[in-house]
């Protein structure tokens, strides 16, 4: 069962601040954040594993919350760059051979 | 490094026609997977392998298959073709060390069907 990624999109002014959330209904091991621009492939933008530490990069981090089964993805100060659907993909275990991703959330940022 | 390449870029194919879609990756990684997307249904996932000579379903097999005759490859093919698998095609791969690696994507195949 795909996770449920809310809200399904956003428009911010440059600047403005956003959160993202990837919620599932299986226990969770680890959670994968990626970015896809129109007509590009998704990019990596970073892991949360279970037990492990809150992430961040610049102005972009997350956070993995295990006892509800969910991460939340944090925009801060956001610019024109940040546009696109941003994707969480989640594995349930160490050993998982495969993710399972939710359905995106659309971000547009306007000067 | 070219990381991972996807052949064709673009294809338009008739109903009932057959295709194969070729993924490549130089990373020597073990695992390689096909995902579609669509518009509002996210990635999801067709088939996928996790060493050479070895493949395994995903969400949305029917319709397709694949092959993993060399590491380095992977092989999506669709035998007769539908209007309903008209869709952007990626392939990804990940080394074999648990899910602290990430997958990398290929640039996708645009599939029409008619």
């Known amino acids: 069962q795909q996770p449920v990624q809310s809200p399904q999109a956003v428009i911010l002014r440059e600047g403005e601040d956003a959160v993202i959330n990837c919620s599932s209904s299986?226990?969770?091991?680890?959670v994968h954040w990626y970015r896809q621009k129109h007509g590009e492939a998704p990019v990596f933008l970073m892991i949360l594993l279970k037990g492990g530490e809150q992430k961040g990069h610049e102005k972009i981090s997350a956070s993995f919350n295990e006892k509800k089964q969910q991460s939340s993805l944090y925009l801060t100060a956001s610019q024109l760059s940040y546009s696109g659907t941003y994707f969480c993909g989640t594995g349930g275990s160490y050993n998982t051979d495969k993710l399972i991703f939710g359905t995106g959330t659309r971000l547009q940022v306007f000067p | 490094n070219a990381g991972v390449t996807q052949t064709p870029k673009f294809r338009v194919l008739k109903t009932g026609q057959s295709m194969t879609l070729l993924c490549a990756q130089d990373m020597n990684h073990e695992y390689m997977y096909w995902y579609r997307q669509d518009p509002g249904m996210g990635l999801r996932l067709i088939h996928y392998s996790v060493g050479e000579g070895t493949t395994a379903k995903g969400e949305v097999p029917d319709g397709y298959n694949v092959s993993r005759l060399k590491k380095q490859n992977f092989l999506l093919g669709l035998e007769s073709a539908a209007p309903s698998q008209t869709s952007v095609y990626f392939c990804?791969?990940?080394?074999?060390?648990?899910?602290?690696?990430?997958?990398?994507f290929g640039p996708g195949t645009r599939l029409l069907v008619l």
């Open positions: 990804a791969s990940r080394p074999d060390r648990g899910y602290q690696e990430t997958q990398y």
């Open positions: 299986k226990a969770l091991y680890s």
